[in-house]
């Protein structure tokens, strides 16, 4: 806390510049906390290689005849599960922080209210670079070939799917601010999104969902992602799902990052 505070009295006492300097030091210290426990990384590294291999090899050869053939329809469908169900970790690590009296603490440091919410924001944005990353190396490793042979277009994906997950990540910073405690945070989040990843196009086609459920699947805004990336990658195109996806992104922004920060600042 100490280097924190150090850090963040030096800053440049200019308006935006010293709110965004003191953010990215406060990203810094979340970046710090990762190193010193790095087991806070297993659901962004382990999840994606067990789940990849795992759901490769069991629905594989049911569901396309081949594992091989079966990747260009997983891996998206992983990658999204992976990386919007890790934003989950912003509001039970905000939501810890509360409960040991960290933001106490920061109330008598010389940084904006502001900084430490928007630096919790920031950080885990790597988490979600991570997640990605691996995802589409331990794919293109296993035979999915489009996301080395057009890493361009991998990359886009990757990006968009990372912009889509920080959207998220408000709603879930404002449970952390709303709920009682941490472990609270985590099940109302996996209760809301358990339905959304696994009711969706992510693993299975959804011609071969009962009605009720093939319907709730193709206006699923999860099912718009991954579709939005598995066009990217294996097509190499822009589609309207890109389009709703950044749109629907900017709708969560808009409606939860003021109330969020609303919900913030009347606890800092």
Same mark, same amino acid.
């Given at each position: 806390m100490t280097a924190v505070a150090s850090i963040a009295a030096a800053q440049p006492r200019n308006g935006i510049t010293r709110i965004v300097g003191q953010s990215l030091t406060m990203a810094y210290r979340g970046l710090l906390k990762v190193r010193r426990t790095p087991e806070q990384l297993f659901d962004v590294t382990l999840q994606p290689i067990i789940f990849t291999v795992m759901f490769a090899y069991i629905f594989g050869g049911a569901i396309s005849g081949d594992v091989t053939?079966?990747?260009?329809?997983? @891996?998206?469908?992983?990658? /999204?599960?992976?990386?919007?169900?890790?934003?989950?970790?912003?509001? /039970?690590?905000?939501? &810890?922080? %509360?409960?040991?009296?960290?933001?106490?603490?920061f109330r008598s440091l010389p940084i904006a209210r502001i #900084?430490?919410?928007?630096? #919790?924001?920031?950080?885990?944005?790597?988490?979600?670079? @991570?997640?990605?990353?691996?995802?589409?190396?331990?794919?293109? !490793? %296993?035979?999915y070939h489009q996301v080395f042979d057009?890493?361009?277009?991998?990359?886009?994906?990757?990006?968009?799917?990372?912009?889509?997950?920080?959207?998220?990540?408000?709603?879930? #910073?404002?449970?952390? %601010?709303?709920?009682? !405690?941490?472990?609270?945070?985590?099940?109302?989040?996996?209760?809301?999104?358990?339905?959304?990843?696994?009711?969706?196009? #992510?693993? /299975?086609? !959804?011609?071969?969902?009962?009605?009720?459920?093939?319907?709730?699947? &193709? @206006?699923?805004?999860?099912?718009?992602? @991954?579709?939005?990336v598995r066009t990217m990658v294996n097509e190499q195109q822009v589609t309207g799902d890109v389009w709703l996806s950044l749109l629907g992104a900017a709708v969560v922004v808009a409606v939860f990052a003021p109330l969020t920060v609303r919900a913030y600042m009347r606890k800092a």
């Open positions: 053939k079966y990747l260009p329809t997983l @891996i998206p469908g992983i990658l /999204v599960q992976t990386v919007i169900t890790g934003s989950v970790v912003t509001g /039970v690590q905000l939501r &810890e922080d %509360m409960d040991k009296g960290v933001f106490d603490r #900084a430490p919410l928007a630096g #919790a924001l920031l950080a885990d944005t790597v988490r979600y670079a @991570i997640a990605t990353t691996i995802t589409f190396v331990v794919g293109g !490793t %296993m035979g057009h890493l361009g277009w991998t990359v886009a994906a990757g990006l968009l799917v990372i912009v889509v997950a920080w959207s998220l990540s408000w709603i879930f #910073a404002l449970f952390g %601010m709303l709920a009682r !405690t941490a472990g609270s945070v985590q099940g109302i989040s996996f209760l809301v999104l358990f339905p959304l990843t696994f009711l969706s196009n #992510a693993f /299975v086609p !959804t011609g071969t969902l009962p009605e009720p459920l093939k319907v709730f699947a &193709e @206006i699923n805004p999860v099912s718009h992602l @991954i579709t939005a």
